[in-house]
């Protein structure tokens, strides 16, 4: 039985997105397009989806054809691995990542990718609730989270370690809480909590971190110790986000006692293992991200 693999591309995106209209922006074609190939596939196979008035979900004849779509893409997989085996430093290599252990890979991604020219390097970043989608998606063969998914379809290993720092202006003399409350908080999308797991260890008997006052709030990583650099306000932030900002003369780190620790998992498709390039990649990842912490 022959499939037209265009017609199963829009199939399986809608079976992963439940929307006509969402599906067709994802995979950059019109809505009209993704009709008729739902329609061509119907003709063959019988009705795929019952329509809802937002939604659609998968009849049984359409679980069957998603399960036939998966093992096509599990063999594919397969025969991909097998080809490139040869070829490890040849291909893609597609990573996507929340922001700041982005911050600290893209430049050693750029390292690896100068060393081996025949990779081309893909990566995005992404907060936390975006990156499982991606993978699952096929956008991008692998992925980091500063969690481990609870999702049968990921396969997750632990990556790396990342402890929340303490982060003020170099030029400010620290002398506590009170401090900080003199400064004020530099936010950003994940500051308050952040903030809240790090200060309510090492200042537990302290106001919380929403009595502090709000001098500025940043929603891009690489520009969130810009104002406090420049003496406007503290901040909390993972390390690796911390050690790529250009002006490191210009902060300083307060030690917290007992560190707050994130763990990085990174995530694959659990029905694949990685591609033999990508493999190579991460490892090589790895040793140069504890070389540059000194870990």
């Known amino acids: 039985m022959m499939v037209n693999p265009q017609w199963l591309t829009s199939f399986a995106m809608l079976a992963e997105l439940g929307n006509f209209t969402r599906s067709a922006e994802r995979l950059g074609l019109t ?17 795929l989806f019952i329509r809802h008035h937002r939604h659609v979900e998968l009849t049984p004849a359409g679980s069957a054809l998603l399960d036939y779509q998966r093992e096509l893409e599990r063999a594919g997989r397969a025969l991909d691995a097998r080809l490139n ?19 600290a890979l893209y430049p050693l991604l750029l390292d ?10 893909r990566h995005r970043f992404a907060p936390d609730v975006e990156v499982p989608e991606a993978v699952l998606s096929n956008r ?26 303490l982060i003020l202006p170099a030029a400010v003399p620290y002398a506590g809480f009170e401090t900080l409350i003199e400064l004020g908080f530099i936010d950003h999308p994940d500051g308050v909590g952040m903030a809240t797991r ?34 406007l306000g503290f901040t909390v932030l ?48 790895k040793i140069r991200l504890n070389a540059s912490t000194g870990n």
């Open 140 to 165: 991008f063969e692998m992925g980091i989270l500063t969690y481990k998914p609870d999702n049968d379809r990921l396969q997750a290993e632990r990556f790396a370690e990342e402890p929340l720092e």
């Open 31 to 47: 809505q009209a397009a993704v009709s008729q190939h739902i329609r061509y596939l119907e003709q063959q196979f019988g009705t």
């Open 198 to 231: 790090l200060l309510s260890r090492r200042y537990p008997e302290s106001p919380s971190i929403r009595e502090i006052p709000v001098r500025g709030f940043s929603n891009q990583v690489g520009l969130i110790l810009e104002p406090v650099a420049r003496g």
């Open 85 to 103: 085996a040869a070829e490890q430093d040849v291909g893609d290599i597609a990573l996507v990542t929340p922001g700041s252990i982005g911050l």
């Open 238 to 285: 993972p390390r690796f986000a911390r050690q790529a900002f250009r002006q490191q003369e210009a902060l300083q780190v307060v030690e917290c006692g007992n560190p707050v620790v994130d763990t990085l998992w990174l995530i694959h498709r659990s029905e694949w293992p990685l591609s033999s390039r990508a493999r190579r990649t991460v490892d090589a990842l």
């Open 112 to 121: 690896y990718q100068q060393a081996h020219p025949g990779l081309v390097v």
